[in-house]
């Protein structure tokens, strides 16, 4: 274990799962059930044959909050990757910062740029085309800012594997350098690996994320419970059939998406 696992440890504590679970908790007790219907597809649980309101008002909070909880999440582990190039190297996110990077450190003579995302399914062809495209230019910037070391582009991944980690990008329309051209993912274990130069960094940050949801996850299971009823509640009095015995589609389908 790396003698930085006290200060790992008390970063991830109280300036990613505190946090977390305050907004977390916020994003659940702010939710009303007209915000989240029009925010999901109707035609979807249709399709998924969901008969029971009860049903039907979970699916969707839970949907609604897995999409919260990963930009949350990723957003504060993103600090936590930061923190600890800072800690090691003087690693930093430029303010405003470069399209694309997230993080800034020299190291054994080679200037890194690292763009940091959750996991390896991130984005399309064009996106990860315009990443490259930014790292192509944030290169052009550090080099007229006096940066003579090597810079070397990471796009880097929090969880996942990447088994052939050096992308060389052919950059159609531009004329480009051999090394602009070339950049690296690195993914889970290598990831944190090359931020802390610790192999073992990729599992040593579950103990403080497993200790702190022990005590936490109870306040957000009791607000949970009562959102899914009291919004069941709320569905059953206004989408049903006039017999009250069957989720009324069209009407809900209406509220959704009817012109007003």
């Known amino acids: 274990m790396s003698i930085y696992y006290p200060i790992y440890y008390e970063y991830i504590t109280h300036k990613v799962l505190t946090p977390f679970y305050e907004k977390r908790l916020k994003s659940l007790s702010d939710l009303t059930l007209d915000k989240i219907l029009k925010a999901k597809n109707p035609y979807l649980f249709r399709a ?31 600090g936590f990757a930061i923190h600890v190039a800072e800690n090691l190297y003087k690693g930093f996110k430029r303010t405003p910062p470069l399209k694309s990077v997230d993080l800034e450190f020299e190291r054994d003579g080679v200037y890194y740029i690292v763009g940091i995302k959750s996991g390896t399914v991130w984005g399309n062809s064009d996106q990860i085309r315009a990443m490259l495209n930014h790292f192509v230019i944030a290169k052009l910037f550090l080099r007229e800012q ?17 088994p052939n980690p050096l992308k060389n990008t052919i950059n159609r329309g531009a004329v480009l350098q051999e090394e602009d051209r070339i950049y690296y993912e690195y993914a889970g274990q290598e990831f944190w690996h090359f931020i802390s130069e610790d192999a073992d960094l990729y599992q040593e940050i579950v103990i403080p994320i497993a200790e702190a949801a022990k005590g936490r996850d109870i306040v957000f299971k009791t607000t949970y419970i009562g959102k899914i009823n009291k919004m069941t509640e709320d569905f059953m009095e206004r989408f049903l059939t006039s017999d009250k015995t069957q989720i009324d589609w069209t009407k809900l389908i209406d509220f959704v998406s009817k012109k007003r």
Request: net charge negative; glycine share 10%.
């Open 48 to 78: 998924k044959n969901i008969e029971i309101a009860g049903d039907l008002v979970r699916s969707i909070i839970d949907a609604h909050l897995s999409s919260q909880e990963e930009t949350i999440f990723g957003n504060l582990l993103e």
């Open 146 to 162: 006096g940066v003579t070391s090597e810079i070397v582009a990471i796009n880097g991944c929090m969880y996942g594997t990447e």
